[in-house]
């Protein structure tokens, strides 16, 4: 069972995020049933061991073309995204002594409390966006290290969206003692800046697909 890659009830604008690293933002020309039919998915890799991250996508990219017949190209698109950059001074990050290879961290201790382990600021944008942000991260700030880290702040409504409603996240409360918020968190915790602009991102535009027939 450890060895088996599952995904319940996701739509095919997650699956495609996930695979690709992408926001859905980032989905171009989706039909509406992309978020509204939910699938299950029970993978097992044609590798030994459990499969890695980058595994896992390929598994996922396999399958979309396979099952769902995908087919899309990409394009450069002026976006609404959020923009990390290195705030002034030097990040305030610790360098990790790890590798593409090791292992990696990305887990909530709660929601608006982070913990990051070897992940670059790239690989951080793509995670981020896919669990925090109603628009897409992007990074601008050069940096190639992998870091550890830990965030903490407090979340507007924008973010966590998936998740409101469904009572995983509480209602706020006024609490004077509560850490700031998200914008000004990264640049007193990390030493760098998030902001909402425009710029040019990476988008798919799809080009065909069809439902997939029942087990």
């Known amino acids: ?29 989706a039909p509406a049933w992309f978020a509204t039919d939910l699938y299950d998915i029970d993978g097992v890799p044609d590798i030994e061991g ?5 595994q896992q996508n390929l598994m996922l990219q396999k399958l979309l073309a396979d099952r769902f017949q995908l087919k899309f190209h990409h394009e450069q698109k002026q976006l ?4 990390i950059t290195v705030s002034k ?5 610790t360098k990790d002594t790890g590798t593409p290879d090791d292992p990696i961290g990305f887990f909530f201790r709660g929601f608006g409390d982070l913990t990051v382990r070897n992940l670059t600021m790239a690989d951080f944008a793509i995670w981020f966006q896919g669990s925090v ?13 992998r870091y550890d880290f830990t965030l903490k702040w407090t979340p507007d409504d924008s973010q966590f969206v998936q998740f409101r409603g469904s009572n995983a996240l509480p209602p706020p409360r006024y609490d004077p003692n ?10 007193e915790q990390l030493g ?16 065909h697909v069809e439902k997939p027939s029942p087990n």
């Open 178 to 187: 509560a850490p700031p918020s998200l914008y000004t968190a990264v640049q």
């Open 89 to 93: 001074g030097a990040p305030k990050m």
């Open 80 to 83: 609404a995204v959020y923009v």
């Open 50 to 54: 459990l499969p890695s991250q980058k």
């Open 1 to 29: 069972q450890g060895r088996h890659f599952n995904a319940m009830n996701f739509n095919v604008n997650d699956l495609i995020s996930f695979a690709y690293g992408l926001h859905t933002q980032q989905i171009v020309g």
């Open 192 to 207: 760098l800046k998030f902001e909402a602009t425009k710029a040019a991102d990476d988008v798919i535009v799809i080009d």
């Open 133 to 145: 942000t109603d628009k897409p991260v992007v990074d601008h700030t050069g940096l190639t290290d």
